[in-house]
Nanobody, 118 residues
Framework: QVQLVESGGALVQPGGSLRLSCVASGSVFSYLVMAWYRQQPGKQRELVATITPGSSTTYADSVKGRFSVSREHLKKSVYLQMNSLKPEDTAVYYC????????????WGQGTQVTVSS
């Protein structure tokens, strides 16, 4: 059982920065592969970034070089640092977790709204 809570979404101007946080509870954080997804208006949910328990990362081409995902095990948290934000980054951002012990399961947070606009 995993509960995920995202925070940090806000209104930000183009070119600005924002850091999203996701706190995991109810399970062993060190066994979780974490990911950030986003859903832009009128589009399907898409994968933004992933990070393994060993801190290996992947990024979507659309955010590569601008976004950075990290995790802090003591805080059971994963972060998404977003720089050089563009209007097309506007979306609801979701935290996702998949346990290494059972990769058929997945868990989702409620989402946090990011709006990039001048």
């Amino acid at each position: 059982q995993v509960q995920l809570v995202e925070s940090g979404g806000a209104l930000v101007q183009p070119g600005g920065s924002l850091r999203l946080s996701c706190v995991a509870s109810g399970s062993v954080f060190s066994y979780l592969v974490m990911a950030w997804y986003r859903q832009q208006p009128g589009k399907q949910r898409e994968l933004v970034a992933t990070i393994t328990p060993g801190s290996s990362t992947t990024y979507a081409d659309s955010v590569k070089g601008r976004f950075s995902v990290s995790r802090e095990h003591l805080k059971k948290s994963v972060y998404l640092q977003m720089n050089s934000l563009k209007p097309e980054d506007t979306a609801v951002y979701y935290c996702n977790a998949v346990p290494m012990t059972d990769r058929t399961r997945e868990y989702w947070g409620q989402g946090t709204q990011v709006t990039v606009s001048s």
